[in-house]
Each structure stands twice: as C-alpha cells, then as structure tokens.
C-alpha cells in the first residue's frame, strides 16, 4: 500500500495543509497519509511552538471526515525528546511497514528548498520518494538547486530546467520527486495566528472546528507573532 508521511508544525493545520494531502493522495493513490506534528520542530522554536496536545488535537479534528487522514502520534513527546528530525521518523516509521508498503514524504516547496540543511538529508532523500507541491514562482531548477550537493545533477545539466515549470518526476540517483503543481492556497499558520491574536474570524482559512477550538482555548491570544 502506498503511505503519505506530511510533518510539520500544523501550529495550526489549515487548508493549505489539508490541499497539499489531498492532492497527493489522489495523484499517488496514497491509501494513507499520516500527519505527524513535531513535538518540537528543529527550525521553529522561536518562539516556542503551541503546546503539543493542541496542535495535535487540532490535526485530528480536521483529519476527522477523511477516511485516508491518519493523526499521527510519531513525534509525541512520549515517542522522542529533544528535536525530531525527518530522517529518525522515518526510519522509525519504517521498521513497523511490510516489504510492500511505498512510503512517500510529502513537503511544500517552501520546506523543501532548505531540505540540504535537514540532519542527513541525503540519506532521507533515499530512504523514501518525496512529494513535493511545487508553486507557480518556482522552475525545475530551484527543485534541483535544491538538493544537497552530492545528489544534485551539475550546474551544466540544470541550468536549463529553469524555464521548465516544476512539474513532473525528477529521478536521479538516490531521489526520486513527484512535483505536484498548482495546489498550493495563499494561507499560512503564521497569518493565522496572527488573526487569532486580533480576535479576526479565522474560518476561511479552517477547518470550522479546529476555529472553533482555537477560540475555546484562546490559542494565539498575546502570543509573540515574529518567527
Ligand atoms: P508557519 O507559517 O508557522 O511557518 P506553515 O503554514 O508553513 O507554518 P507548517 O506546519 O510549517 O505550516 O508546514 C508543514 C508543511 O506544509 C510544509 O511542508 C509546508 O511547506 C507545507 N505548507 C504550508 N503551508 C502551505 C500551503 N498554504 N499550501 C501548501 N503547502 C503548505
């Protein structure tokens, strides 16, 4: 069975977030995707994510009426300390699929062009396929440019991808990518919470009820809103 890995912060998921899982599990036939909030995301610890609990309380509520939509408890602060790092997950992950089970890592584009600086990305890169949603601004090129050194195909070969849109499979030796183009919906977490901490209406940008959650535990209130 083909399985979707989506990590992040989801402090909190939005639509973008649940546009990107859509697409991909239907392009890629993926029968699950699994949602993994980081208990502490290696980028993103100033200022301190929200709590764990909530943000995983909110990726279940709007996972809830999709069948294929997995909460994920893999980087609950029970399972590991400190940062969690993509490459441990995954490799944790793993141990527990059968030999015919396809793991696909699904990353925005955003993610994905500091994928180099990841702790062994060279060696996440080939552990499973990537998923990329790619954006309009962005050409095969910057996908390519993207990728550690050692995995990326010499400057001669890419130079020319740029006018091509990031669209497609890229496979070289040790990765293979699926650029999903078009999905990506002019929403962020940070706009979120920075609405949230306004008292503005959030709905347009969320699930109901994870709006609805957010208001009842006053997520975002005099928090700090600078990354
Ligand atoms: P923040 O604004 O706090 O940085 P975020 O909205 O980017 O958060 P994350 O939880 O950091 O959300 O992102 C998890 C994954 O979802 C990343 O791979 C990111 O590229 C992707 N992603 C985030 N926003 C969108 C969006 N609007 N459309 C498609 N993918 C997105």
Redesign the pocket.
Known sequence: MNIGLFG????PI?R??L??AQAAASRYALEQVLFVAANVPPH?QKPPVTAFIHRYAMVALATQDERRFVPSLLEAPEWAGGANYSIDTVRRLKQTLKKSDRLFFL?????FKDIANWREARALLGECDFIV?SRPRYSLRDVAESLPEDLRPPAAVIRPFHKQPAKGDLVLPGVTLHLLEG???G????AIRAAAAQGKPLARWLDPRVADYIKKHGLYRGKRLDK
């Open positions: 992040g912060s989801f402090d939005h973008g977030h546009a990107l993103k990353i925005g584009m955003d993610a949603a999905i990506h919906q929403v962020s977490a940070t």
